[in-house]
């Protein structure tokens, strides 16, 4: 009883505020007439007619379906070529500049050399969203690399551990903590990137669905796709965090007992 | 061969003469991509680019430009820091206020502003205030967030010394509470400061009409894909400078945080 | 080579006679700097040697040579009559820093297997192979821990067991208990002496504590001077079983302190 009342006021105090700010949004918007926020009641009701299920599979989900595999291609190929950079520190730091450059390009100035290459389609959206997400990712896992404990890697050369089991049981481990956090940036750096990508890339997408009611001034459409989006947003980043905590479920318990030694 | 030399070299022209090389040997690949594969959709050189850049380079157009999309990233990133640093430093300082806005924040920092670009468009126009408020919107949340871990940060036990010897209130800001903080804002500076370039010119490619972003929208229009590559590489360079602004800074004023003193801060 | 299945008490080749290590002309420098020079002695089969000196003379740059984790300057080092150039598989190493030489994202039980595994040990062997060493160790309830969730002296048994279960000819020990309280660090001391014991292991262990060294130890090499060289090799006769109390209380155990002290400190 006093458990369930514990847990029922946790809740509510996460989620008093964004409560109200919505009942203040419905409150103050209804009967609005202004072009920009009309209201929210009439942008719910869209929303259901738009969302189920018509716009949800054909622009939601592809959507989806592009950052998750844009983000993966992009995670992967930064995990495999960070484990190289990193093991390799002469050719990590010839290469610096080269992949600071690579990151420091903004994703909207890739766009025409994407476009130039490899047109509007779903090619070009999943490419720029991966490429854009491998930099910060590939800087991380090398930083990951190097700071593996010396003595693990002690422990490692004393008892003979072959090339597969240290890849697999001590550094890639060991860096996962540095390759969560690049991953983290990346992923809100490849939800921009889809945005981008299907605004000016061939029709279709949640990108698309926005700039498109916007043009036909279809406001309240457009107001349902942002909504549409900050939820995809919202839901990634969880899903995100989920994962993490699986993952990185020991470098809690480890780090927790190296700050209680303290 | 030529490698003896290089190996009794000392390690700072090694380093260099490394770099060269792959600079070097990107270079040549994207010339050979430019060449072959790429020639069909009027990939430029190497070569072909420098001209172009250079030819740009002697152009008011091109730097005015720049200036303005420069102008509109500090200004938004100016508000940005305005505007959350406060606001975090406020959340930081309550519990109840952390718990009560972590939900929107969570939401604040995964939700692309980039999207609501479409609504300001109709509000705001072709305008600068459309960068503006664009970059507010994004680059906020990562200063709030930052600033509100940065109060969480100080330690209790640098506290106590404070009371213990007697600190005025001055001297524990400036000495105790400021420099605990400082890594921590710093961070979501640095991310702030990202976001804005990018937003800046995301800005002003999709509505604008003045910039780094619309020059590169105008070229793309047009099919002239050398100016376009010239105007990706600025802004590729603008980003880099922007990092390397925020690395310098870093050192100045974080010369004791570990980070910068194992001299691994990029 | 073997074939035992269990952590057994036996010759670990064979009973080939002749000392498992010996070490020839060992020196080493870091550029300009020599930390050790003209270390000649042999290790027995079956002894628990303790190598003492004071901090900083060289006792880790020592061990890195003898495990084959560092290519000594000058000298060679023999495993078994081979000489070392990387880490034998005949030899175990137990680090100083417990909370660093355990993997955090392992349990207990995958800590103590993975070398192992790598070894190409087949599953079910491996499992129960470690989980004799943390049996031997007194660590059988917590196979699916986590090094971080276990107090000091725990996590070292851990480190013990990983060196154990790999079965190997000589354990070499770095300051395995210079980490943990005092209480701790006699029990781990008996621990240690009883494995030992039990498995007829050959240990060599390094440390900077005398009490220590004389308590363990069937000899004593003591280290000093710079670059450090052999100042002696004592045997200890005190009698077997050792034991915190008595054995400390001994006449002799003083001596041999004493006598321990004033070689490491005198030049």
Known sequence: MSRTLRVVTAVARELWLPVLLVAAWWWLSAGSTSLYWPPLAEITDRFVDLWFFEHLVEDALPSVIRLVSGFGIGFAVAVVLGLVLGSVPALEDATRPLVEFMRALPSVALLPIMMLLLGTDDDMKVITIAFVSTWPILLNTVEGVRSVDPVLRQVAAGYRLGAWHRIRYLVVPAAMPQIFAGARVALSMSVVAMVLTEMVGSPGGLGYFVLDSQRTFDIVAMWTGLIVLGLIGYAANKTFGLVEARVLAWHRGHTKQKEDQR | ?266 | ?267
């Not at chain 2, 820091?81 to 206020?97: C, K, M, N, S």
């Not at chain 3, 190997?168 to 240690?192: G, I, K, W």
Request: aromatic share 8%.
């Open chain 3, 1 to 267: 080579m073997k074939t035992q299945t269990t952590l057994s008490k036996g010759e670990p080749d064979g009973g080939a006679s002749g000392p498992i290590m010996r070490v020839r002309g060992l020196g080493h420098s870091y550029g300009e700097r020599e930390v050790l020079k003209g270390l000649d002695f042999e290790v027995g089969r079956g002894e628990l040697m303790c190598v003492v000196g004071p901090s900083g003379v060289g006792k880790t740059t020592l061990l890195e040579c003898l495990t084959g984790l560092r290519r000594p300057s000058e000298g060679e080092v023999l495993f078994d009559g081979e000489r070392i150039e990387a880490p034998p598989r005949g030899l175990a190493i137990v680090f100083q820093d417990y909370s660093r030489s355990l993997m955090p994202w392992l349990s207990v039980l995958d800590n103590v297997v993975l070398p192992l595994r790598s070894a190409g040990v087949a599953r079910d062997e491996r499992e129960r192979t470690a989980r004799e060493a943390l049996a031997e160790v007194g660590l059988s309830d917590f196979t699916g821990h986590y090094p971080w969730q276990l107090s000091g002296g725990m996590q070292q048994r851990v480190a013990i067991a990983r060196a154990l279960a790999y079965r190997p000819a000589v354990v070499v020990m770095d300051e395995p208990f210079a980490s943990v309280d005092a209480q701790t660090r006699a029990d781990l001391e008996d621990l240690l002496l009883r494995v030992r014991e039990h498995l007829g292991i050959t240990v060599l262990l390094v440390t900077h504590d005398i009490d220590e060294a004389v308590y363990l130890s069937d000899r004593v090499l003591a280290l000093g001077g710079k670059p450090a060289g052999i100042r002696s090799l004592l045997t200890v006769d005190l009698p077997a079983p050792r034991e915190q109390v008595a054995t400390k209380s001994l006449p002799r155990f003083a001596e041999l302190r004493s006598q321990v002290y004033r070689l490491i400190r005198d030049v």
């Open chain 2, 1 to 266: 061969m030529t490698r003896t030399p290089l190996r009794t070299a000392p390690p700072g022209v090694r380093r260099l003469v490394n770099r060269l090389l792959a600079l070097l040997v990107a270079f040549v690949v994207w010339h050979l991509f430019a060449r072959g594969p790429g020639s069909s959709s009027g990939f430029p050189t190497p070569l072909e680019s420098m001209e172009s850049a250079v030819d740009l380079a002697g152009t008011s157009v091109y730097w005015s430009n720049i200036a303005t999309s420069v102008e509109t990233a500090l200004l938004g990133l100016g508000l940005a820091v305005l505007i959350g640093l406060p606001i975090g430093l406020l959340i930081g300082a309550d519990e109840r206020a952390r718990r009560s806005t972590q939900l929107i924040l969570d939401f604040g920092r995964t939700v692309p502003a980039i999207a609501l670009l479409p609504l300001f468009l109709l509000m705001f126009g072709a305008t600068r205030s459309l960068g503006l408020v664009l970059i507010v919107v994004s680059a906020v949340w990562p200063v709030i967030i930052q600033a509100s871990y940065a109060v969480g940060e100080i330690s209790p036990q640098l506290r106590r010394v404070g009371q213990a010897y007697h600190l005025t209130r001055w001297h524990r800001l400036r000495y105790l509470i400021a420099p605990s903080m400082l890594p921590f804002v710093f961070v979501g500076l640095r991310i702030a400061a990202t976001i804005s370039l990018l937003m800046a010119i995301s800005s002003e490619f999709l509505g604008g009409s003045d910039g780094l972003g619309y020059l590169l929208l105008q070229a793309m229009q047009i099919n002239d894909t050398h100016r376009a590559f010239v105007y990706s590489f600025t802004a590729a360079l603008l980003g880099l400078v922007l990092n390397l602004v925020f690395v310098l800074l870093q050192r100045r004023v974080l010369w004791w945080h570990p980070s910068v003193r194992k001299g691994g801060a990029s």
